[in-house]
């Protein structure tokens, strides 16, 4: 069973930033591609953001020019800078394997990211 702890949410202001961090325990991380989820309240978890085993990035049109992903495979990281922070970025933010989960690869508790004013 991979664990994937995700943490960095909290309530910003419009306009504001966070840096949300997610650890994986799994020896294969390095070798698979990681995506950045959310899900808002009443709404299907959406994927925001994804990284490859090199580094190539793909993001939605909603975060793009305002979010960056990025992973340190040494440390079995990956992160999500968020910048320009709206309202509708509120959500519950997890990280998990993309496109698809293999066996083990349960979501996490997430981490909650409100911005409000």
């Known amino acids: 069973q991979v664990q994937l702890v995700e943490s960095g949410g909290g309530l910003v202001q419009p306009g504001g930033s966070l840096r949300l961090s997610c650890a994986a325990s799994t020896s294969i991380f390095s070798i698979i591609t990681m995506g950045w989820y959310r899900q808002a309240p009443g709404k299907q978890r959406e994927l925001v953001a994804s990284?490859?085993?090199?580094?190539?990035?793909n993001y939605a049109d909603s975060v793009k020019g305002r979010f960056t992903i990025s992973r340190d495979n040494a440390k079995k990281m990956v992160y999500l800078q968020m910048d320009s922070l709206k309202p509708e970025d509120t959500a519950v933010y997890y990280c998990n394997e993309f496109p698809s989960r293999r066996i083990g690869f349960d979501w996490g508790q997430g981490t909650q990211v409100t911005v409000s004013s």
């Open positions: 990284i490859t085993t090199i580094g190539s990035t």
